[in-house]
């Protein structure tokens, strides 16, 4: 109940392209979901989050589609640049706890 | 803003010996900082959750006595990984928040790579 599955495990895309990386919770209890960028040797950074009243949200090249009922959510990076290239990283969150995914390296090619 | 460092970034120690990694915030009061752990290629790992002025709460499995946490300030919390052993070689990533135990805004330090001989 604790987990949270994220696929692909690693993705990679043509400059220009839409990645899409997923992921599915079981607890109902998590009522924030945000998404995590990480550069090799650095720390995470937010990158955009969701709460479960909302099916979608977009800021910029960035969109989280949300679906309530069957656990889901997931990242598009629209017009992929190579300056995306990261590990990219869910989680959900609730009160006291906080469940990672884990990661999708991304690639973009130039 | 909302900038959190970490020092040392890199620390090569000695199997045995002792370790200390510091996460400051330098615009913002942190109630609450958090310390995880990563692995190469892997998630991360919520280690402890630190209130200033209180004790640490570890997350299960985490050994308290090996893993000394202390936030004495609201600015500063420390991470001292005692008679350290190479199967203690990891990512070692703070973050802060200026809300209790609030993991929606909480913002992340750069990450200390300690490697055990």
């Known amino acids: 109940q604790q987990q949270v599955k994220q696929s692909p495990q690693s993705l990679i895309v043509q400059k220009g392209g839409i990645s899409i990386i997923n992921c599915a919770y079981e607890?109902?209890?998590?009522?924030?979901f945000p998404w995590y960028q990480q550069f090799p040797g650095k720390g995470p950074a937010l990158l955009i989050a969701i709460r479960p009243d909302v099916s979608e949200k977009k800021e910029g090249r960035f969109t989280i589609s949300f679906n309530k009922s069957a656990k889901q959510f997931s990242l598009h990076i629209m017009d992929s640049q190579p300056g995306d290239s990261a590990t990219y990283f869910c989680?959900?969150?609730?009160?006291?706890?906080?469940?990672f995914g884990k990661g999708t390296r991304l690639h973009i090619l130039p | 803003g909302a900038v959190v460092s970490q020092h040392p970034s890199r620390v090569i120690c000695k199997s045995g010996t002792s370790v200390k990694i510091e996460c400051r915030s330098l615009d913002f009061q942190a109630t609450t900082m958090f310390w995880y752990r990563q692995f190469p290629k892997q998630s991360l790992m919520l280690m402890a959750t630190s209130n200033e002025g209180s004790k640490a709460t570890y997350e299960q499995g985490v050994e308290k006595d090996k893993f000394l946490i202390n936030h004495a300030s609201l600015t500063l919390s420390t991470l001292t990984v005692t008679s350290a052993h190479p199967e203690d070689s990891s990512f070692y990533i703070c973050s802060a928040s200026p809300g209790r135990v609030s993991y929606n805004e909480q913002f992340f330090g750069p990450g200390t790579r300690l490697t055990v001989l």
């Open positions: 607890n109902t209890a998590f009522d924030y």
């Open positions: 989680a959900a969150v609730r009160d006291d706890k906080i469940i």
